[in-house]
Nanobody, 124 residues
Framework: QVQLVESGGGLVQAGGSLRLACAASGRTVNNYAMGWFRQAPGKEREFAAG????????SYADSVKGRFTISRDNTKNTVYLEMNSLKPEDTAVYYC?????????????????WGQGTQVTVSS
């Protein structure tokens, strides 16, 4: 089993920045793909960013490309999401997910472990 705990969410003005962290415990996630998903009120959960097991060739949704950066520190069993130039439409609950596979997928149902989520609110 893998437990994932997100942190770093909050309220920020448009144009601001936040850094989310996802700490894993229970087993190492060094060999797993990790993803960040988000869900806004009344909308389906959507892929935001993903990291292969070694951090190479990260994937991003078009809506966040150039503004968000996913990274991982396998020595700390932690994944990060740096979010810059935030927009009101980025407001959502952000979830960290781990996949028992080294490579990223954008399909939420292919991730086996999920965190509880952290709220990000961007005011205009």
């Amino acid at each position: 089993q893998v437990q994932l705990v997100e942190s770093g969410g909050g309220l920020v003005q448009a144009g601001g920045s936040l850094r989310l962290a996802c700490a894993a415990s229970g087993r190492t996630v060094n060999n797993y793909a990790m993803g960040w998903f988000r869900q806004a009120p009344g909308k389906e959960r959507e892929f935001a960013a993903g990291s292969n097991w070694n951090g190479g060739s990260p994937s991003y949704a078009d809506s966040v490309k150039g503004r968000f950066t996913i990274s991982r520190d396998n020595t700390k069993n932690t994944v990060y999401l740096e979010m810059n130039s935030l927009k009101p439409e980025d407001t959502a609950v952000y979830y960290c997910a781990a996949r028992l596979n080294p490579f990223v997928t954008r399909r939420a149902n292919e991730y086996e472990f999920w965190g509880q989520g952290t709220q990000v609110t961007v005011s205009s």
